[in-house]
Structure formats: structure tokens, C-alpha cells
């Protein structure tokens, strides 16, 4: 497949890594500020080109990789998974369109993944998980059977969900925390046992 990699910061060169190597081709990279010139060897440029199959948004930021996920599928473009050949996704895994899987990822039986979602480096997703769209799994992050994770979550790096619980949309998971009770939406929480982090 020709892949339009929309972004050109630090994940945009993990994505064009598990595009590279899961055979597929990196037709362009678009830094919609034309603040950067060039990424791993290819050119930065503003120009969308016609002869692609689709594009990924690689952007970390949820709420920003969904508007510029909306905006390239309202221009008429296609939008595809991006696999790297290392991650092991089981067969009945439904992965959404523009869900970038990076390397040593496992996704178990019976989950389902939505749109534009980062499955980032080795995370572990096990069965009967439900990942909603725009929703970012950091590196490292442990989620046992039967865990949802709503739209535009971010459960950040080394964290880790016990079964059947739930984080819900928009809501932050602190960098190691454990989640033992839902998560509220909107909630950002953090240590362990998660709990809600309230601003000082
Ligand atoms: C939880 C988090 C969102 C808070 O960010 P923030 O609002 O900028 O918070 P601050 O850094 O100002 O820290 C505020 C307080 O929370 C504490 N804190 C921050 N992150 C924490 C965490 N993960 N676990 C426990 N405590 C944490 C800080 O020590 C600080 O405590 P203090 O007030 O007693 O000094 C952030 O620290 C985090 O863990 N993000 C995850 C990032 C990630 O994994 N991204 C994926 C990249 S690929």
C-alpha cells in the first residue's frame, strides 16, 4: 500500500518504521506547519498527492489526531491501519481504520479496536478488550480480559487495568498507574490504585 503519513514529530518516525517494515510504502509526509523540512530521509511538504491508497495520522495528541482525522476523511481520502510485522494481533481482532499497531504489540481473542487509535510499543492488550476510537494504549501499558477503554482515552506508559474494569472517553490514565475501579470520563488518575487526581 501507498501511505500518506499525515505528521512529522517523534511518533511520525515510529510510524513510518512500521510502515517501512511491514513492506508498505511511505508516498508522503505532511507537516500541515511546514515547520520541518525532512524525516528520515523523506521530504516534509504541505501537498497531499493524488496516487496514495490511504493515510495515517501520526500525531500523539488524541483530541488533535482526531480533527486532523476528520479533516483528511472529509477530503474524500482513506484512512488504513498501519501493522508492524512484529506485533501478534489474533485472527478475530477487528482493527479500525487509521489504528497504527507498533512493534511487539499482542492483542488477544475476541477484541475490538476503533478508528485512529495508537497501540504503541509492546503493549499488551488481552481478550474481550473493547479500544474506543482516537483512544492512545503508551508503551508498555498492561490491559488484562475484558477491559474497555472509551473514545479519546490516553492510559499512559506502564500502566495496567485489571479485568472487566473501564476508563472512560477523554480520561487520562497516569504513567504507571494501576486501575482497579472505572475510570470516569473526562478523569484524569493516577498511582496505585488509580484515583482521581484533582488540580491544585
Ligand atoms: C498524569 C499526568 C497526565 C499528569 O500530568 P500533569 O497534569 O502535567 O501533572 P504534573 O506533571 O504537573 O504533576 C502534578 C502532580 O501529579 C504527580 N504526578 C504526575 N504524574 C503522575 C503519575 N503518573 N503518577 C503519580 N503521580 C503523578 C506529580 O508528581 C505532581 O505531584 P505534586 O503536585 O505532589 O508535585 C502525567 O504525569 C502522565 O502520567 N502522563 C502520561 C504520559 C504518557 O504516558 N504518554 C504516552 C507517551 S507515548
Redesign the pocket.
Known amino acids: 500500500m501507498r501511505v500518506i503519513v499525515i505528521g512529522a514529530g517523534g511518533h511520525a518516525k515510529v510510524v513510518i518504521d512500521a510502515i517501512e517494515r511491514s513492506g508498505d510504502e511511505v508516498v508522503a509526509v505532511i507537516d500541515e506547519t511546514a515547520r520541518t523540512k525532512s524525516l528520515l530521509g523523506y521530504e516534509v511538504s504541505t501537498r497531499v498527492p493524488s496516487d496514495a491508497d490511504g493515510f495515517v495520522i501520526a500525531i ?1 495528541d488524541n483530541a488533535m489526531r482526531m480533527a486532523r482525522f476528520e479533516h483528511y476523511l472529509a477530503t474524500g481520502l482513506r484512512a488504513v491501519p498501519v501493522v508492524h510485522p512484529s506485533a501478534i494481533v489474533a485472527d478475530d481482532v477487528h482493527l479500525g481504520d487509521g489504528t497504527v499497531v507498533f512493534a511487539g504489540v499482542i492483542v488477544n481473542r475476541g477484541t475490538t479496536v476503533g478508528e485512529n487509535v495508537i497501540l ?1 510499543t509492546g503493549c499488551r492488550i488481552d481478550h474481550d478488550c473493547r479500544i474506543g476510537d482516537h483512544a ?1 494504549i ?2 508498555g501499558v498492561s490491559l488484562s480480559g475484558g477491559v474497555a477503554v472509551s473514545e479519546g482515552a ?1 492510559v ?2 506502564g500502566a495496567c487495568a485489571i479485568p472487566g474494569t473501564s476508563i472512560g472517553s477523554w480520561a ?1 490514565v ?4 494501576a486501575v482497579v475501579d472505572p475510570v470516569p470520563d473526562g478523569v ?1 488518575a ?2 496505585a490504585p488509580a484515583r482521581e ?1 484533582h488540580a ?1
Do not use: D, K
Open positions: 500523539g504503541n492512545h503508551a508503551p490516553l499512559g506508559v487520562t497516569g504513567a504507571g498507574a484524569t493516577v498511582g487526581r491544585t
